[in-house]
């Protein structure tokens, strides 16, 4: 597989295409579903599938508050996310069998961020060879029964 690697500059694209109002914001304030893809709601941040997954099972951690970078949050939400984060790797560990991780933000237009007022850190499972499902469809995006189901999963996995 080539370029597995660039799961931010999807987003990029994905996302600036339809830049009205922000995407995190209108998810948090609908009920938790497969049509919002929150997965587990904390109190201070939640866990949302990303729609245009690199690989099944790419969640991204979320404050409430619509803020543009780490900064701006008080240390209880930052402390939160980073709990959130750490409860996702064991949730994609249990459902998806992942071996690894890549995790990271882009903050800021210049970095590639493609919800530039909502912070957010992406958690994408990696496979030694990335011998997933994912493989055998190339670049093909996940079929949204496919990411329903994915969503169910993991949902159920932050419930264990
Ligand atoms: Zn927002």
Request: aromatic residues 12%; proline residues 6%; glycine residues 16%.
């Given at each position: 597989m080539k370029h597995i690697w660039s799961p931010w500059r999807m987003e990029y694209i994905e996302n600036h295409e339809k830049e009205d109002g922000c995407i995190f914001c209108t998810a948090q304030a609908k009920a938790d579903g497969a049509d919002n893809l929150i997965a587990y709601r904390g109190k201070l941040a939640y866990v949302i599938l990303n729609?245009?997954?690199?690989?099944?099972?790419h969640v991204m951690v979320v404050p409430f508050?619509?803020?543009?970078?780490?900064?701006?949050?008080d240390p209880a939400t930052r402390a939160e996310m980073m709990e959130l984060t750490s409860r996702s790797m064991s949730v994609l560990r249990n459902?998806?069998?992942?071996r690894a991780f890549n995790m990271g933000a882009n903050i800021g237009e210049a970095a590639g961020?493609?919800?530039?007022?909502h912070v957010h850190i992406h958690v994408v499972p990696r496979w030694?060879?990335?011998?997933?499902?994912m493989s055998s469809t190339g670049q093909t995006r996940v079929l949204p029964e496919a990411l329903e189901d994915t969503f169910l999963r993991i949902q159920k996995g932050f419930r264990i």
């Open positions: 729609r245009y997954p690199y690989t099944s099972g508050a619509h803020v543009p970078n780490l900064e701006g949050l459902v998806y069998n992942a961020a493609g919800v530039l007022g030694a060879g990335d011998t997933n499902f």
